[in-house]
């Protein structure tokens, strides 16, 4: 006779295994909750733009943001973050022969922060007005994918010093970079961009690989998004920020 006990017994432990896993990711998936998201619906009604140039062309089509920056561009989400969260969104960089079809920059900010002026960001939006350097004077996270004409991917902890920026004409330091051409943008394909910030920890996560994951002893924990380009044409889709604890 063929004993059937250890057959019985290794089924057992694999249901038991599906059960603790359902189990596992069913309490993950209660831990997190949709905070914010715009399919760009109403237009630009959740953002607020610094532009260097007055040429800048936003529309949208189908729930999708079509950005065409001339020069210096950011595009602030108007609603403060802050605390341990997920913000996740679509990108294209669009290359089809157009004037300002240029396949760079497909950078973001995030948790930033205007030291001088801590209780109102926007104050000085339009002195920024999309002017790069400007940036240096915020506190905040910022991820250069595909910068310096596409060439360099960058992330930055900025901590505000715009007058050493002006002074000696000091950057922050580059905390990690990658030049290799799979770590560059590819035009014409949408990308998921999703950024994790819990307790110290800073993630940034670029079509599903881990590019950025960085222990910040002094974290920034409150501060608003951007998505920022320059001469470029952009379209953005399927915004989301998820509360994850």
Known sequence: MIDAQPDILNRMKKLLF?????????K????????????FKNGLTNWITESESDSLKCSVENNILDIIAHKGFTLWYRNILEGDLKITFDAL???????Y????????FWMANDPENPDDFFARSKWRNGVF?????????????????????RFRRYNGDYQSFLNKTMRPDIIKEYTDTAHLIKPNCWN??????VQNKVKYIFNNELLFDYNDLQP???GYFGIRTTTNHLKIRNFQVIKTK
């Open 28 to 39: 993950m998936a209660n831990c997190q909750t949709l905070l914010y998201s715009d399919n």
């Open 192 to 197: 998921r961009i999703e950024i994790i910030a």
């Open 18 to 26: 599906i059960l603790v896993l359902v189990t596992v990711c069913t």
């Open 220 to 222: 920034y924990k409150k």
């Open 101 to 108: 079809d240029r396949v760079s920059d497909l950078n973001c």
């Open 133 to 153: 350097g400007k940036y240096y004077s915020l506190t905040m996270y910022y991820v250069g994918y595909g910068g310096n004409s596409n060439t360099t991917t």
């Open 93 to 99: 960089v669009v290359s089809e022969n157009g004037k």
